[in-house]
């Protein structure tokens, strides 16, 4: 039964790497541009050891380029090379960004969030879900990186103990190109 469950697990993280790899490199240019905050109050140390330390609680609203996140909080380190790392609380947290060269946006939701500058990584955890044009997966925790497209799902355990994730595939139209591998 264990190996089962394994093989099962196994097979839903591959699934969504293939699902959501080839249709979502974020809009390449969004780095570049500079990062906006919006909050009703934050707390910024500069002085904090190491790190810098920024805290900003109720109506984050977070913005770069096309990226766009909306928290209830969010702390903010950042180390001397000026990489940063942001955990993001929410009911829930929720980001959307254009996707490259296309007109499509991925979005993501989830109850926290942690995402990471140096690579380009978010963890979505807690009824986590990511919708690309094509597909959308949904599990209980999501690893996207947000420069390749990678995507791994950790799955809902049910009522009845079997764990899940939940994929869904858009038909193509007939106009529409299946992506190259």
Not at 87 to 97: H, K
Not at 104 to 116: E, L, P, R, S
């Amino acid at each position: 039964m264990i190996r089962k469950h394994q093989a099962i697990c196994q097979l839903a993280t591959l699934t969504g790497l293939l699902l959501m790899g080839q249709s979502c490199l974020a809009e390449a240019g969004d780095r570049r541009q500079p990062m906006r905050m919006n909050a009703e109050n934050c707390l910024v140390d500069q002085k904090a050891r190491q790190h810098q330390l920024t805290v900003c609680n109720h109506g984050v609203l977070i913005t770069q380029g096309t990226l766009q996140i909306k928290a209830d909080k969010v702390t903010i380190v950042s180390d001397a090379a000026g990489q940063q790392v942001f955990t993001l609380d929410g009911s829930p947290v929720e980001f959307r960004q254009k996707l490259d060269g296309t007109k499509g946006w991925v979005i993501g939701k989830g109850k926290q969030a942690v995402m990471k500058t140096a690579s380009n990584e978010a963890n979505l955890t807690g009824e986590a879900s990511i919708q690309t044009p094509d597909s959308e997966v949904t599990g209980a925790s999501i690893q996207y990186n947000m420069s390749s497209g990678e995507t791994r799902v950790i799955p809902v355990a049910s009522e009845q103990g079997k764990s899940t994730v939940r994929l869904t595939f858009k038909p193509k139209t007939r106009s529409e190109k299946a992506p190259t591998p």
